[in-house]
């Protein structure tokens, strides 16, 4: 078990005085059993109005406008997150299962594919190859294996926008590219599966008390009996550096913070630091 202090700052400079924004931040750690929200905030300066309330993916979102001029926009999200390990699974779903009426209707956005999660042919072909011969959980994981394996990490080599098909065509992206990747391949051979987004902390080692530069993170759950975690950036199951915040079909259910804004950005700073607290 660890408790984890996160703050989650970004901060927007305009190339001259803007006299409107409308904006959603979903900046709020879960309440969810093996994670307790001990402590949660959101700040924005400035602001006119805010209000909160809670998506259909069961998301706490703030909502908040700025109805005067102003050249800078910082939102802070600040939370104390109880987070304990995943417990082990007894129950595994078979081939049959999943594909059986009572699954496929209950968990039909979680297999649906999109423009975003859609992969290439190669890639499916992979997926198909695995679910061949592994069981569903065995499948899920060979393909996890795989987009870590084919797929680098390389920061800022695609936008929030980027298909998963593109970043499997350059063989490079970010988590929010591993997540969509894994989650298309995993739809494409009937295994539900989401995107859950939140905050990793980088450092399993880290002395208590010792703040360092955290990440806003993406990672996949698949349906095999249960929800299950698993982070295919870095290989691993979701432990209890993970912090979830949301959960939905794609990076586009819930985004972190959107907005719509009478101007234009010149400079966007984020930045996330994460203390381990015990």
């Excluded at 006299?19 to 006119?48: C, D, G, H, I, M």
């Excluded at 299962?97 to 209707?105: A, N, S």
Aim: charged share 25%; glycine share 6%; hydrophobic share 35%.
């Amino acid at each position: 078990m660890s408790t984890l202090r996160i703050e989650h700052r970004t901060a927007f400079t305009y190339s001259g005085p803007i006299v409107s924004s409308y904006n959603e931040a979903r900046l709020t750690p879960a309440w969810l059993p093996r994670q307790r929200v001990l402590e949660s905030k959101v700040e924005v300066s400035p602001v006119t109005w805010r209000s909160t309330y809670r998506d259909y993916w069961e998301a706490e979102v703030h909502v908040f406008e700025v109805l005067q001029q102003h050249e800078e926009l910082t939102v802070v999200g600040s939370s104390l997150v109880e987070v304990s390990s995943v417990a082990a699974r007894e129950e595994r779903a078979s081939w049959d299962t999943l594909k059986g009426p009572r699954f496929q209707d209950l968990l039909s956005e979680y297999l649906g594919l999109s423009d975003v999660t859609e992969p290439t042919e190669e890639l499916a072909e992979v997926a198909r190859e695995a679910a061949g011969r592994l069981d569903p959980d065995g499948t899920a994981r060979a393909i996890c294996d795989h987009l870590y394996d084919q797929v680098k990490y390389v920061p800022g080599a695609t936008t929030v926008h980027t298909p998963a098909r593109d970043a499997w065509d350059a063989r490079s992206g970010v988590c929010q590219d591993f997540a969509h990747l894994a989650i298309g391949a995993l739809r494409t051979v009937g295994i539900p599966a989401r995107y859950v987004s939140g905050y990793l902390h980088p450092k399993r080692d880290a002395e208590i008390g010792e703040t360092v530069s955290g990440e806003s993170h993406a990672w996949v759950e698949w349906w095999t009996g249960d929800w299950f975690g698993f982070d295919p950036t870095n290989d691993r199951e979701v432990g209890d550096h993970h912090v979830i915040v949301a959960r939905a079909r794609e990076y586009t259910d819930v985004p972190p913070l959107t907005g719509v804004v009478a101007g234009s950005t010149t400079d966007l700073d984020v930045s996330v630091r994460v203390t381990q607290v015990e």
